[in-house]
């Protein structure tokens, strides 16, 4: 899905068929504030956005979005001469920027790239939340061994670091797994990987 906010309507249009012919369902707002009026945390899709636009300009729309929060990406429309707006706004967590005139493939596969970027980044941060989440669970003797469970200690290695018993050391991965949901060390790791072992 990606969203076109453009105040030129055969630039709209052309894009939205453009993004039709490769199955990408386009929606067109035709300036900012109405996109803005509309928009949604959750709203899925990528943001391919003008730079230049009557009222609100692409820029301006980007620096209320960042200030929301938005976690969709965004990509940029400009013109030669808006090229150092561009490169600004990329630095400042824009997706990317094509220049106009654009080839039309190019243009569909580096929104699709940068919408698949910016999945994989919420996902990263959701996985992360539910890790804190269920960090927050433990006590921190279960912390301890869930640390050394991911280190690839065995039961007896960690009963010694820890000063306590194997029955012990049992007692805490079982109740790790529990706290957790998860059936067994390999969910664990994939779960955490390097991410617990190190901090």
Request: contains cysteine.
């Amino acid at each position: 899905m990606v969203h076109i906010v453009d105040d030129d309507a055969a630039m709209r249009d052309a894009l939205a068929w453009l993004f039709q012919t490769r199955n990408v369902h386009a929606y067109q707002w035709d300036s900012g504030e109405a996109f803005l009026s509309a928009w949604e945390p959750a709203m899925p899709g990528c943001i391919l956005l003008d730079i230049r636009m009557p009222g609100m300009s692409g820029l301006e729309v980007f620096d209320a979005l960042l200030e929301r929060h938005a976690s969709q990406a965004v990509v940029f429309l400009s013109g030669h001469g808006d090229l150092a707006s561009a490169v600004e706004a990329l630095k400042r967590g824009a997706a990317d920027f094509i220049e106009k005139p654009f080839n039309d493939n190019d243009v569909v596969d580096r929104v699709l790239a940068a919408g698949v970027a910016a999945a994989k980044k919420r996902q990263a941060a959701q996985l992360a939340e539910q890790r804190e989440t269920l960090l927050k669970t433990l006590s921190v003797r279960e912390r301890d061994v869930l640390r050394c469970v991911l280190q690839g200690m065995l039961n007896k290695q960690i009963a010694d670091m820890l000063g306590v018993s194997m029955r012990m050391v049992e007692v805490h991965r079982a109740r790790v797994l529990e706290k957790m949901g998860l059936r067994n060390v390999v969910e664990l790791a994939r779960l955490f990987g390097h991410d617990f072992q190190n901090s």
